[in-house]
Antibody
Framework: QVQLVESGGGVVQPGGSLRLSCAAS????????MHWVRQAPGKGLEWVAF????????QYADSVKGRFTTSKDNSQNTLHLQMNSLRADDTAVYYC???????????WGPGTLVIVSS | DIQMTQSPTSLSASVGDRVTITCQAS??????LNWYQHKPGKAPKLLIY???NLETGVPSRFSGSGFGTDFTFTISSLQPEDIATYFC?????????FGPGTKVEIK
């Protein structure tokens, strides 16, 4: 069955960096695009980024553009999110999700918590 | 960006009750509307895709309808295991946007 597991979350100071990973299994990872979505404490869900199945097309939310970079290692079935210049308002649970037809986020991981605080 | 509104914010109902949640998009998204169930600490689960299609393995008490800008999600007979937050999401275009969620509790 499809399984997605995020890792790499933790506490980081403002201005710092963190790299999240998402390990995928149970499907042909190289054939699917992937999303990152986050949820800040007490807030709704916010889409963060999308990467096409081959890694050659990436889209970002305005709130993270220029600071976050997503990449896809199809040989390792792993998705990454490099987060730089982190701010307090980046504090959230970060989810990876598989992108099905028409950007449909059809399977999600349980998330990893990122806390940006001094 | 397409804005999604959802109501109610929360509801409390008895086991066996019919529960209805509505979602509205700020512009026409045809049927590119999904419904998810989210339990604390777990991965969100896709229940309904393209407004009315039941995801494989999802109980038939869950259903969805609508087209364009107005959508409805229904649990025909609420069960104790349905306690969760439900949210809608449009995938007509990026950025994906989400409704704020409806927290469903048992009375």
């Amino acid at each position: 069955q499809v399984q997605l597991v995020e890792s790499g979350g933790g506490v980081v100071q403002p201005g710092g960096s963190l790299r999240l990973s998402c390990a995928a299994s149970g499907f042909s990872f190289r054939s699917y695009g992937m999303h990152w979505v986050r949820q800040a404490p007490g807030k709704g869900l916010e889409w963060v980024a999308f990467i096409r199945y081959d890694g050659n097309n990436k889209q970002y939310a305005d709130s993270v553009k220029g600071r976050f970079t997503t990449s896809k290692d199809n040989s390792q079935n792993t998705l990454h999110l490099q987060m730089n210049s982190l701010r307090a308002d980046d504090t959230a649970v970060y989810y990876c999700a598989r992108s099905g037809s028409y950007y449909n986020a059809d399977y999600w991981g349980p998330g990893t918590l990122v806390i940006v605080s001094s | 960006d397409i804005q999604m509104t959802q109501s109610p914010t929360s509801l409390s109902a008895s086991v066996g009750d019919r529960v209805t949640i509505t979602c509205q998009a700020s512009q026409d998204i045809t049927n590119y509307l999904n419904w998810y169930q989210h339990k604390p600490g777990k991965a969100p689960k896709l229940l309904i895709y393209e407004a009315s299609n039941l995801e494989t393995g999802v109980p038939s008490r869950f259903s969805g309808s609508g087209f364009g800008t107005d959508f409805t999600f229904t649990i025909s007979s609420l069960q104790p295991e349905d306690i969760a937050t439900y949210f809608c999401q449009q995938n007509d275009n990026l950025p994906l946007t989400f409704g704020p969620g409806t927290k469903v509790e048992i009375k």
